[in-house]
């Protein structure tokens, strides 16, 4: 440690160190999905000469920014007062509820895009238990399931955010005299700005790339997505290489404007009104808000997330089960593929924590100057600005083009790459949260870099780290599309899932299987992740304790 310690106040070594990590970023991440792309610019032509396949195409990339935009503003405007009660709240279900924001992370995505048609369009859906009309696939289920899957992303970021903010500023202003709502407002969201636009995108991104959670709620509808999927199923390669291009420019070019102008701009309305702040910061107030967010939480995105267990429980009685712990049949296969998901998941994690770091730290200590960060966050968004499963048509064409890596650590890759940016992101955000000052302090009284890192950044953002390994894990365990476009001979869990959804009522699997197998996967994931939480929390609950304006509005 002592050695490491002293090789961090080389500047060769800290440059090495950035180099390799930015080489490993560029040739590993950035580099396949790009080359994979490219690759098909010369069939643009199937697309430019056909007036009806550009209206479509057009149609789609317009719904898929539409559909992203509206569903990341109301993910902030939901997400931040749960994220708020996790970080700050006192009662005794925070653990509970913190672990229940990750059920939609656990369940793969198209067993979740099923699981919330039953939930809306099915004879047992809530609109019909409420004497309301289902909705059939189309729109107004595309927005509710991307808002189920998404919200969760702006939860474990902002929790993230909350937690390793320094609260000083908020007692010296209700010191003062300030109330609570108005302290949030004007105080505390202000100073957590990079988390909000980090929250932000990473929602934006997440509703722009997911592919097997639409396809089954889509209908008639098409996004960029599903133009893309649809493309692919018909041959038509030149429209799927067009759509997927102009997503990744306009892409890009929108993450860099929000990421400059959402830093620079002021946080409207900083006049206070106290009386009307007062009402809102008062005790009945905030159980109010904190029943309509949990009411929001377990209606539109829970109980949709978790609605396919309900048919798990026909397993108990028609023998399913047995079979199952028994491994017979396809549940070999199953459970093995259960040991490569969770293995697969591992690796990506690790690595992506490995090589992730360096790079947020250079982009939340804006180490490549202004332009040269800006270029590195918009890259570092790519991989989940492509559709997953164009991401994983490309990657596949990239590393198969080689022939010299085995098909297991082609997956591992494949995650890593898809995954990167949930870990980046995260900890850029809580990193360019933390004052420099303090580094500052510590640099001049002596301390050297790697001694700073360990002792005061990494410290101090010891949850986001846990956040952005939680989202990385969790993306990879479930991830579909780009699975399904690589595995050749191996299939993940998720894949072997999308199958037996597929088979339902044809004789290939069934009902019960599905929702079982899907089950085995959201409990084993679950308590995994419940027992990490719990790790991470032990002796730490000081934390939480109650005292931030959104958490009590007294």
């Not at 069934?510 to 996967?521: H, V």
Request: positive net charge; glycine residues 8%.
């Amino acid at each position: 440690m002592i050695r490491i310690d002293r090789l961090s106040s080389r500047a060769m070594a800290k440059g090495i160190l950035y180099a390799s990590m930015l080489l490993f970023f560029i040739t590993f991440i950035m580099l396949p999905p790009i080359v994979g792309v490219l690759s098909r610019l010369s069939l643009l032509g199937q697309v430019l000469s056909d007036p009806v396949l550009m209206a479509r195409a057009s149609s789609s990339i317009f719904w898929s920014f539409a559909v992203a935009l509206l569903v990341s503003s109301l993910d902030l405007l939901t997400g931040i007062p749960l994220a708020w009660f996790i970080a700050r709240g006192s009662s005794r279900w925070i653990d509970v509820v913190d672990a229940l924001v990750d059920i939609p992370f656990i369940i793969p995505t198209v067993a979740l895009g099923f699981s919330t048609l039953l939930f809306w369009g099915s004879p047992t859906s809530l609109p019909s238990l409420l004497g309301l009309p289902k909705l059939s696939p189309g729109l107004y289920t595309v927005l509710l399931l991307h808002f189920a899957f998404s919200f969760p992303v702006v939860v474990r970021v902002m929790v993230g955010e909350f937690l390793s903010y320094e609260r000083i500023y908020e007692t010296a202003a209700r010191t003062l005299g300030a109330r609570a709502l108005t302290v949030a407002r004007t105080i505390t969201l202000p100073m957590l700005k990079p988390g909000l636009v980090a929250a932000f995108l990473l929602s934006f991104a997440r509703s722009l790339s997911e592919t097997g959670a639409t396809m089954m709620v889509a209908g008639p509808f098409e996004n960029g997505a599903i133009f893309i999927v649809r493309a692919r199923e018909e041959g038509l390669e030149g429209p799927m290489a067009f759509v997927s291009l102009i997503l990744i420019l306009a892409s890009v070019a929108a993450f860099a404007f929000v990421r400059i102008l959402g830093l620079r701009l002021r946080f409207p309305l900083q006049r206070a009104w106290p009386r009307i702040e007062g009402i809102l910061s008062s005790q009945e107030s905030v159980r109010a808000r904190d029943i309509a967010v949990m009411i929001i939480f377990a209606f539109l995105v829970l109980l949709p997330s978790v609605f396919i267990i309900l048919p798990a429980l026909g397993a108990l009685v028609d023998g399913t089960l047995g079979r199952a712990l028994e491994g017979w049949g396809a549940w070999g296969n199953f459970w093995k593929a259960m040991l490569l998901s969770y293995g697969i998941g591992i690796l990506a994690t690790i690595l992506n924590i490995a090589t992730g770091l360096p790079v947020a730290i250079l982009i939340a200590r804006r180490k490549l100057g202004l332009f040269g960060t800006v270029l590195l966050d918009a890259a570092v968004n790519l991989p989940i600005i492509i559709p997953s499963v164009a991401l994983g048509a490309s990657l596949s064409f990239f590393w198969r083009s080689f022939g010299l890596l085995p098909e297991f650590w082609i997956l591992v890759l494949s995650h890593a790459t898809i995954t990167y940016t949930y870990f980046v992101q995260a900890m850029a955000a809580a990193i360019e949260g933390l004052p420099e000052e303090m580094e500052e302090a510590a640099r001049t009284l002596g301390s050297r870099p790697f001694n700073i890192f360990r002792r005061i950044t990494l410290s101090l953002t010891k949850y986001s780290v846990f956040s952005g390994a939680l989202l990385v894990f969790t993306r990879s365990i479930n991830e579909t599309g780009a699975a399904m476009a690589v595995s050749r001979e191996l299939k993940t869990a998720p894949v072997i899932l999308v199958e037996w959804v597929k088979g339902v009522g044809t004789g290939v699997g069934g009902l019960s299987e599905s929702a079982l197998g899907i089950s085995f996967l959201v409990l084993t994931s679950f308590f995994a992740l419940l027992a990490l939480r719990l790790l991470v929390y032990r002796g730490k609950r000081g934390g939480r304790k109650a005292g931030g304006a959104f958490a009590s509005f007294r």
